[in-house]
Nanobody, 119 residues
Framework: VQLQASGGGLVQAGGSLRLSCTASGSIVTIDSMAWYRQAPGKQRELVATINRGGSTNYVDSVKGRFTISRGDAKNTGYLQMNSLKPEDTAVYYC??????????????WGQGTQVTVSS
């Protein structure tokens, strides 16, 4: 099972991006998911989480601007990022607890996608 993050890019301050995180390789469901980011010279930071029940949490710096969600397809999750700021520039990683049919559980990281916000 592989987890792939996509959707990053270059955007001006105030713009929006939607990151996707897709699990592939088998019959797999995303049980819970988190997005992290790592800026140059900084430690990896937890940005947002969503649990099995759909409850979400966000780091204070993105509250009201970012939204984490799961897609209708059970193997996909998203991070909608609005009102982007230059300080949001980082490599974004998804991490997910997966359920591989019929009931094998595993944790996986995506490869990271670069988000660059210009001022």
């Amino acid at each position: 099972v592989q987890l792939q993050a996509s959707g990053g890019g270059l955007v001006q301050a105030g713009g929006s991006l939607r990151l996707s995180c897709t699990a592939s390789g088998s019959i797999v469901t995303i049980d819970s998911m988190a997005w992290y980011r790592q800026a140059p010279g900084k430690q990896r930071e937890l940005v947002a989480t969503i649990n099995r029940g759909g409850s979400t949490n966000y780091v204070d710096s993105v509250k009201g601007r970012f939204t984490i969600s799961r897609g209708d397809a059970k193997n996909t999750g998203y991070l909608q990022m609005n009102s982007l700021k230059p300080e949001d520039t980082a490599v974004y990683y998804c991490n997910a607890d997966l359920i591989v049919w019929p009931s094998l559980r595993s944790n996986s990281w995506g490869q990271g996608t670069q988000v660059t916000v210009s001022s």
